[in-house]
Nanobody, 126 residues
Framework: QVQLVESGGGLVQAGASLRLSCAAS????????MGWFRQAPGKERDVVSA????????YYTDCVKGRFTVSRDNSKNTVYLQMNSLKPEDKAVYYC???????????????????WGQGTQVTVSS
């Protein structure tokens, strides 16, 4: 199984930026589509963004469009989530996930992903 480790979370003020990283083990990182999810207290884990194996196709949930950018560097086995103009409602634990299945479209449900990182906390103060 692929091992995923998120990093880059922290405490920032509203309007600030953070870049999350997800480092994957192994030498077959490029075969996985990757997703970013977040979970706030009392809420379900919801998709934030996703990116195809090649990085050519991306998905963003509506509330982060124009603020967040997902990217990947397959040579470094790493996927990134650049988060700009952060808002207090972005506060959550952010999870990286890998999708081992072959699909025609990017997955947006937790059940679409088979491997998960441990999560990294993002806190945004007003």
């Amino acid at each position: 199984q692929v091992q995923l480790v998120e990093s880059g979370g922290g405490l920032v003020q509203a309007g600030a930026s953070l870049r999350l990283s997800c480092a994957a083990s192994g030498r077959t990182f490029s075969i996985y589509a990757m997703g970013w999810f977040r979970q706030a207290p009392g809420k379900e884990r919801d998709v934030v963004s996703a990116i195809s194996q090649s990085g050519r196709t991306t998905y963003y949930t509506d509330c982060v469009k124009g603020r967040f950018t997902v990217s990947r560097d397959n040579s470094k086995n790493t996927v990134y989530l650049q988060m700009n103009s952060l808002k207090p409602e972005d506060k959550a634990v952010y999870y990286c996930a890998a999708e081992p299945k072959l699909r025609a479209a990017l997955g947006v449900r937790t059940d679409d992903y088979g491997y998960w990182g441990q999560g990294t906390q993002v806190t945004v103060s007003s």
